[in-house]
């Protein structure tokens, strides 16, 4: 499926990019409220090693700074804390992929 197209009800295509932190390529994004593109300056968690992402001006994705966290602590406190549930349930996932490896 080609860049810019929804996979799902809620995942959208991305072009690929790199997740600055564990180095995988990441092509897709799920919205935590149901249908949404990405935006620049919108946060995701990596599937891949659960950090908090920033897309940036050109849709590519850098690492959240503490400033971006303590604004969305601020500002999107929901938005964080589910963020911060999808990112245990990605560890939860990475340890049991293990365990079976």
């Not at 620049?40 to 908090?52: L, M, P």
């Amino acid at each position: 499926m080609e860049s810019g197209k929804e996979r799902d009800d809620q995942s959208y295509r991305l072009k690929s990019t790199i997740c600055p932190v564990c180095k995988k390529s990441v092509d897709a994004a799920t919205s935590l409220h149901g249908k949404g593109i990405p935006q620049k300056g919108n946060f995701t968690v990596c599937i891949y090693c659960s950090s908090i992402l920033r897309f940036t001006e050109k849709m590519g994705l850098v690492a959240a700074t503490a400033d971006d966290v303590m604004m969305l602590a601020e500002k999107q406190p929901k938005g964080l804390m589910m963020m911060m549930k999808l990112q245990e349930l990605v560890r939860q996932f990475v340890v049991e992929k293990a365990k079976k490896n």
